[in-house]
């Protein structure tokens, strides 16, 4: 089979993958369970709160290994890399269900799965960029796609699995079901020759995002003003989806006043409209340009916190409106910029590239949910977090000028 018809087999296998990293985005299902546990285990009332550091750790260390195993990628091919990181994430999982303390849950959770995470993740979205290089934007959506769908798939999975038994149990049954899905899906991934071109494509010269085309190693890309435009502009289109499906139950049961079960439907509302938006602006970007389709998004994200400014207890309608808008603007920003990043920086070096790029991500899951919590902890409500995340989208559409600025001066 000749590798234009063999890279859809290659896509289904890493949307597969992907399907089981995504998972993190679930963590808020696993946490009620664990802490309930570990309530009972070691006496001391505990709550999800106190497990949130579980989270934001699993999310900071993946630019780790997203850089390391990314150079191991451009070098050796995905399938290994793919192969151990997908172990680490479900042996993670696994050692999870037999822990007892918070430590332990950052330790097996937080790091070893938070690790293997972003080492898998990085690979089969660069691998992908590489075997479509006529199809960016698409590839980018569909792929960071399924990863946030995992939210909407494996919440009912586990919820029943702690509801039969306990939280342990659930770690330990999809940790070994992931461990057996990303072992062999990672059979079916292969490394993509340099300079692949699709059959019957022609690569165009020059995009209006990017320059004539080059590859850029890490440390070329770090030098160009381009590239700190762009981290910063990830950060500030990421932030205000970060902080807010953080806390997105908590925000609609404080806020709107809704009861915890119709509350969850909110969790997968902003799941689903994230899925959505990565899809659909990934092939806008394809039709109109990367930095144009990040602007609107961080245009459309102002409405979309707007709305959630003004939003009060029983304002269901105005909430659900701003928390589809910012989850979609969200997912634009996760699905275009694998493809950004490749388009600017060339598709040799991605693995790396898109690795450093990501930090611009993890910035954003830090200082997202660490500002929500404070400014709700020292006011008691909502409404000045919103204004921040609309500050920093507005931040975002002043970058993008400068890109356009930098961009220009680099062609």
Excluded: H
């Excluded at 770090?222 to 806390?247: D, E, H, K, R, Y």
């Excluded at 611009?360 to 995340?389: E, N």
């Amino acid at each position: 089979m000749d590798l234009t018809k063999r890279r859809w087999i290659i896509l289904v296998a890493c949307c597969l993958i992907n399907l089981c990293l995504g998972s993190i985005y679930a963590w808020s299902v696993f946490a009620g369970g664990m802490a309930d546990y570990l309530t009972a285990t070691t006496g001391t009332t505990l709550t999800t709160a106190d497990l949130a550091i579980v989270y934001t750790i699993a999310n900071a260390v993946g630019p780790i290994t997203m850089i390391s195993g990314g150079w191991f990628n451009d070098r050796f091919g995905p399938r290994m890399v793919i192969l151990v990181g997908g172990v680490m994430f479900g042996l993670g999982m696994i050692a999870s269900g037999f822990v007892t303390s918070v430590g332990g849950l950052i330790l097996t959770y937080g790091i070893i799965s938070g690790l293997g995470l972003g080492m898998a993740y990085g690979c089969t979205i660069s691998t992908c960029m590489k075997f479509f290089p006529d199809r960016r934007g698409l590839i980018g959506g569909v792929t960071t796609a399924v990863y946030g769908m995992s939210s909407v798939i494996l919440p009912p999975v586990v919820t029943a699995i702690v509801a039969a038994t306990d939280a342990t149990v659930a770690f330990k049954a999809i940790g070994a079901a992931f461990v057996v899905i990303i072992g062999v899906c990672s059979l079916f991934v292969s490394q993509c020759p340099d300079g692949f071109v699709p059959e019957g494509w022609e690569p165009p010269a020059q995009t209006g995002d990017a320059p004539a085309a080059r590859n850029l190693d890490w440390r070329q890309m770090i030098a160009t003003p381009v590239f700190w435009c762009m981290l910063l502009m990830l950060t500030c289109g990421a932030f205000a989806g970060m902080m807010i499906i953080s806390q997105a139950s908590a925000i609609a049961q404080n806020m709107v006043g809704m009861e915890p079960m119709a509350a969850s439907l909110a969790v997968s509302v902003l799941a689903l409209f994230n899925a959505l938006g990565r899809i659909a602006a990934g092939t806008i970007s394809d039709r109109i340009g990367r930095i144009g389709t990040l602007t609107g998004a961080c245009a459309l994200s102002l409405v979309g916190l707007g709305l959630l400014f003004v939003t009060g207890q029983g304002s269901v309608i105005t909430f659900y409106g701003g928390i589809a808008v910012v989850g979609m603007c969200f997912g634009a920003f996760m699905g275009v910029f694998p493809g950004f990043t490749s388009d600017q920086f060339g598709p040799k070096n991605n693995s790396v590239n898109y690795g450093i790029m990501f930090i611009g991500f993890a910035l954003a899951g830090y200082l997202g949910p660490t500002v929500m919590r404070s400014i709700y902890a020292s006011t008691g409500a909502y409404g000045k977090a919103f204004l921040v995340a609309c500050g920093l989208d507005v931040a975002g559409i002043v970058l993008s000028m400068l890109y356009r600025a930098a961009a220009k001066r680099e062609a």
